[in-house]
């Protein structure tokens, strides 16, 4: 079975960062592929540079959403700390 939409809740909760690369790997490739994935995790520096759309819940309310490139540069002000001096691209947990 190979669904058309992945739904994953922290799917790197608690796990080494070998395990976070194979996840995020394998998140890549499906996505590749069209799959359609939606992730939610407090980790977004592990995950910016490979989406499409992001959306900031606070108190299950969207106060942030557009692409990666609009929502990057008011990231702090949302208490999400990711590098902004840093380009999207770089920020990826994967060796190209």
Do not use: Q
Request: net charge negative; aromatic share 6%.
């Amino acid at each position: 079975m190979r669904p058309n939409l992945l739904i994953l809740d922290e799917p790197f909760a608690n796990l080494d960062w070998r395990s976070t690369v194979s996840v995020l790997e394998t998140l890549v490739r499906l996505r590749a592929e069209g799959h359609t994935i939606l992730l939610v995790s407090h980790e977004v520096e592990k995950v910016l540079a490979h989406v499409d759309s992001v959306f900031i819940l606070d108190e299950g309310r969207i106060v942030l959403s557009g692409s990666k490139e609009v929502v990057h540069p008011h990231l702090r002000s949302h208490g999400v700390y990711v590098p902004d001096h840093v380009p999207i691209e770089e920020l990826s947990w994967l060796k190209h």
